[in-house]
Structure formats: C-alpha cells, structure tokens
C-alpha cells in the first residue's frame, strides 16, 4: 500500500495538480457561500471547466471543488443560519448561537480543523479498508437501510430532550411532506393537486432556505435588534482550549460520519444528524448544546466531512455513488473514460491513488486557506442588521431560484420562510422536519423495496440480523434514558421520603 | 410561557392534526397496498398521517395542561398576556417598541411578497433591487446614499456571479431590461 501512496502523491504533488486543487477549493468555498448551491450544485456547474483538463488533473480540482464547497456551505450555516445542503443543517443549532456571542471566528476555525482531522482519518481508513468495506456496504439492503432510516430519524428526535413529542411530530411532518409529487414505486401523483411543480416533491433546499434563513430574519425582526457583535479580531480566533475541548467530539463525529458515509444514500446528512445527537448525550458540555457549544459545531462538520470522503468507498471500489455528489463525480468518471469499480484499483492505480493522495492535499489547502480567513468571513457579521437581513433575503431568493431557474421554488422559500417564523415563535424544533423531508424519498424506497423482498410482509425486517440490531439500538435509545430517568426519580424519591422519615422520627424522640 | 404563546402552539398543532386526519384519508384513497399485499402508492401517508394526527393531539393535550398550570386559579383569561401586550417595556437597542417591530414584519413580509409578485412584470433583479432598497430606506431609515451604494452592489454581484459566471436565466420580465 505504501508504494501506491507514493505514486498517488508524486501524480498529486505536481505543481500543475496543486494549483487546479487550489483552484477548486477556493472556487468551491465560493460557490458554497452561495445560499442554495451546495457541493452537488458546485460540482456540476464547474464541470464544464474540467473537461479540456487530463483526467487526473480534472478529477483532482473536482474533489477540491466538493470539499470547498462544503465549507463554504458551513460558512453561510454558521454566520447567517442559512444551510446549503441538508448535511449542514445541525452545524446552525450551535455555529449561529456561537456566531450571536460573538464567536463565529471560532466556530469557523473549528470547523475547518475539525473537517481536516476527520479528512485524514477517514482518508486512512479509506486507503487501507475500501476494498473489504466496500463488500461490508454491500450486506446493507432495502432491510438494512430501512432500519437506519428509522434509527436516524429516532436518534434526531431524541437528541430534542424533553420536547420528544414535538421533535418526532417535526419528524413525520418532515416525511409526510416528502410524500407530495410522484410515488417511489408506482409512479402516481401524489397531494400534487394539478401542478406541474409538485410533481418532483417539495424541493428540501428551499425547504431548508425558507426555514433557516427567511424564519430566522422574520423571527429577528420580531424580536427585536440584539447589540452589534462587537469582537476584537482577536477575540475571533479559536483558543487552544477550545480545540482541546472539541477533541473528543471530533474523533467520535469522525467515526460515526466514516461508518455512515458508506451507506449510499442520505449518508452526509444522517451521520451529522446522529453525531450531534449522539455528542448531546454523550459530551461533558451536553448543558451547553443549542446554545453555543463549540463540540456542536466540531462533531457534525467532522462527521460530514468523514462522511464525504466515505462516500468514495462504494463510489470507487463498487462504482455505485455514495451520495449526490459523488454520482456527479461519478458522471466525471464516465465522462474522462474510466469505469469505477473493483477493476479499477488494479486498472488505474496512479489516477486512483493520486485521486486519494488529492484529497488529502485539498484538505490541507482548504485549511491553509479557511483558518486565517475564518475571523475575517466573521466580520461579515459587523454588517448593520438593517443591511444585512435585507441581503440575506436577496441571496436566499436568487439561491432558489437557481437550483431548478423557476420562480416556484422562490414561493417555496417564502412560504416555509413563514413556517420557519412560526415555528422559531413557538419553540418548535426545525431540524428533525427537514431530516424527515430529506429521508422520506429514501425511507418510502426502502420502504417499497423491504415490501416487495418480504412478499408484502414488512415484518421480514426481524428476520434480518443487521435490521435488528439497528432497530434494538434505536428502541434502546427511546427508553432507556426515560427507564434510567424514573429509576433516578424512584431513589430520589424513595431518599427523600426516608430523610423526611429520620427527621419526624427524630423529632417525635426529641 | 404566557397564555397567548400557548394558544398559537394548541392553534398550530390542532392544523397539524386537520392535515394528519386528511392524509390519511388521502392515503386511504390511494390504496395501502397491492392485489399482493405490498406497500401501494397510500402506505406512507396514510402512515405518517396516522402519526401526525396522534403525536399531534397528545400535543395539544400537553400544550393545554402547560397552559392550565401558567394560569393561576381565578385569573382572567383573556388575551393581552402575550408578547406584544408587554410591548411598552419591551424595547430593542434601536428603541424601537414591540408593537412597532411587529408592524416592521408585517410591512417587510408585504415588500418580499411585493417583490416576488413584481417579478413577472419587472424582472428579477430589479424587483430585487426595489425590495433591498424599499427595506433599507423605508423600514431601516438608513442613510440614501449608502443604502443604494449597497443595493447597486449586490445586485450587480448577483449579476455577475448567477447571471454571467453560473448563466442562471434570471427572468427579466416583461419589461426585458436585466
């Protein structure tokens, strides 16, 4: 393996490579920045530019594009609460509160240098174990992936505490608006009532860009202007203890986001979902989440990127695309004349491994590039509200309506603009909704898929070991903190009852 | 929690359950399942309908029992109890009372929606601009000259980047001009 890793950086480490991989991380995090236009978006619309290019080259700059424009969309999540993909959608709850106090210049830096840490990790696990994961990947059915769709959606609703109701109604909300337009399976329309539009769903992004963007601009202006965030430039930097703090949270998001980046699919999305979920219970600032904990920003921006490079483990050793993005990289693949699978490792070990080799360098770069920028992107937020908001509500129109160049998903974003308001009013939790709009095309396919495989018999899901397992995990994480809870509140109660016992006791001899 | 905020939440989950109850009947009109038995084009509505309209009245329930315990035994019930009632002492940095931040919403949702309608007729971008700047000057009070310094700038960015660097076909209108 060593000597592959060496031809994949003496193919990478040309100057011709590092300057297009520049090129493609800076051109990324542009395109990032833009509400609307995430990685997928930003990788096929800088295609084009790739194609006179050789096709390692092309491939390189690509993988810089993707990794810049996931940046990029952390940016804009952080400073303006306005997600560009799904994926970035649990990096608001913590990266926005930081960036209200303040400390965006942190949330930024930890962001960068947790992508770059969870890059290098799932980069070495993607080396040495995508062959033999890729197989693994491959024991995930419709079953399996119907269990981890339901394991998802339990592990963001219980990540809400107290408010479980609301999260999982948020969550079913979620998928029932994901079952407008045309039906996974039979191909009827569905709740589209006559439109065109509603054919293809209701579109997440703008879903998300309403939600985020518009609700919180509307929720703003209710409430009133808060102080302008007047932070020294040094004040913006990222401590040491900081970093040190987020440790933990980025080695577990790490893990979580490399373990679930295999899995074709909504990926991305679940593992930052179940990373922030799984660090609320688990991290020793769990109080501090939803208001500006730096671990809430570290451990889905490192599950994300984990995932993003886990994604290339059936894309590259099966040719089956772990996400959107790499189905257009995928599309690249074809277009430059190669056929990703099992082959492909022994076919084209330099493109291969210099690819592998670029992804490490395209994190390095977009670290170089992002840390010393991260407190003057925060500046940004020096802006008077009174020009800022009116800025953001152009970006996210102009953002719409560039995902599909139909003024619909323009009404979209000012429709869910006014629920994401309504909801922000009332306390109710957004980022299951959009979870449950996100899985739902997938969940309702596994669905679909789960039926036909048991003969109409969904309860074939039990006679899956993996599918049990998932689901034991899932039922476990509902019950057990309430069954460790009402303990908890039993001895309390039971010590109590005894102290107060004592003391009329004591008192009655006295 | 006050009484009023109570309300829009019993108010917002009881719509929730009028659209849970009409998925499912939606659902039922689909077809559950297959002459076979598999899943058919109504499962999942029907489903999560089921779900919505369940989750949704324990809601309610909870969000009515909330709304019980805030209110002490005797006391009126009437509206006024809310947040923009507590509006003459509620003011922001810019001095600016909840009463009048509420109508700022208002007339900033009428401008967005007035843009967004003005598309068609004017274009894009110069809908946009006349939102930016009817926002700027008319609700924030900024100053004229930077407030269409700002303006002239993000929309020629956006020209720039969506309309020339992306090639989006931003519409332009009836009028035709960008």
Known sequence: ?510 | MTFSRDTARIAFSAVLAVVGAAAVVGGLGYGLTNDDGTVHTGFLPAVAGGAVLALALVDVAQSVRSARRAMPPGEPTSAGAGDAGSGAEDVDVLGRTASRRNRMLIVVLGIVLGAVLLVPLIGFLLSMGALMLAITLGVERMRVRSSILVVVIAIAVVWLVFGQLLGVPLPTGLLGLI
């Not at chain 1, 011709?16 to 930003?42: A, D, K, M, R």
């Not at chain 1, 965006?104 to 040495?128: E, T």
Request: glycine share 12%; with cysteine; proline share 5%.
């Open chain 1, 1 to 510: 393996m060593l000597d592959n890793l060496v031809l994949g950086f003496q193919t990478a480490l040309t100057v011709e490579n590092l300057l297009w991989c520049f090129l493609g991380v800076l051109l990324g995090t542009v395109i990032g920045l833009l509400p609307g236009l995430g990685s997928t978006t930003g990788v096929a619309v800088l295609l084009p530019l790739t194609f006179t290019l050789e096709p390692v080259t092309a491939l390189i700059m690509l993988a810089g594009i993707y990794y810049g424009a996931q940046y990029g969309g952390t940016i804009t999540s952080v400073l303006l609460s306005t997600p560009g993909e799904a994926a970035s959608v649990v990096t608001t709850l913590d990266g926005y509160q930081m960036a209200k106090q303040g400390r965006a210049g942190a949330a930024l830096a930890i962001a960068a240098i947790g992508s770059f840490i969870a890059a290098i990790i799932s980069l070495a696990l993607l080396m040495a174990l995508a062959p033999p994961l890729a197989t693994l990947a491959l024991r995930f059915g419709p079953v399996e992936n119907l269990a981890m769709m339901i394991l998802g959606l339990v592990i963001v609703v219980s990540f809400q505490g107290g408010a479980f109701v609301r999260g999982a109604l948020m969550a079913i909300v979620g998928l029932l608006l994901s079952t407008v337009g045309v039906a996974t399976g039979s191909g009827e329309a569905r709740f589209t009532f006559g439109s065109v539009d509603l054919l293809s769903g209701i579109p997440f992004v703008e879903v998300m860009i309403g939600l985020f963007a518009l609700g919180e601009v509307f929720h703003q202006l209710r409430t009133g202007a808060e102080k302008p965030i007047r932070a020294r430039f040094r004040d913006m930097m990222i401590s040491r203890k900081e970093i040190a703090q987020s440790m933990p949270a980025i080695f577990r998001g790490s893990g979580i986001g490399f373990l679930l980046g295999m899995l074709p699919g909504a990926g991305s999305t679940l593992a930052s979902f179940m990373s922030y979920g799984i660090e609320r219970r688990v991290s020793r600032n769990r109080a501090g989440f939803g208001s500006g904990a730096i671990e809430g920003v570290a451990s889905p921006e490192s599950a994300n990127n984990a995932a993003a490079n886990a994604n290339f483990v059936p894309t590259l050793a099966l040719g089956i695309p772990g996400g959107a993005t790499t189905a257009v990289l995928l599309g690249a693949f074809t277009i430059y004349g190669l056929q990703p699978g099992p082959l492909l490792f022994e076919q084209q070990p330099e493109l291969v491994w210099g690819l592998l080799a670029s992804f490490f360098i395209g994190n390095v770069l977009l670290l170089v590039l992002n840390l010393p920028l991260a407190p003057v992107f925060a500046q940004m937020l020096r802006l008077p509200y009174g020009y800022l908001y009116p800025l953001i509500i152009l970006t996210s129109c102009v953002g719409a309506y560039s995902v599909s160049n139909n003024m619909f998903s323009v009404w979209v974003v000012l429709v869910f603009g006014v629920i994401g308001f309504v909801m922000k009013e009332l306390n109710l939790p957004m980022a299951p909704l959009v979870l449950g709009l996100v899985l739902g095309p997938l969940f309702e396919k596994a669905l679909v898929q789960t039926s036909a495989v048991g003969n109409g018999d969904l309860g074939i899901v039990f006679t899956h070991p993996i599918a049990v397992g998932i689901l034991a995990f899932a039922l476990a994480l509902v019950t057990v903190p309430r069954l460790v809870g009402a303990v908890r509140g039993h001895v309390a109660r039971s010590r109590a009852d005894r102290r107060a016992g004592t003391r009329e006791k004591s008192s009655i001899d006295t």
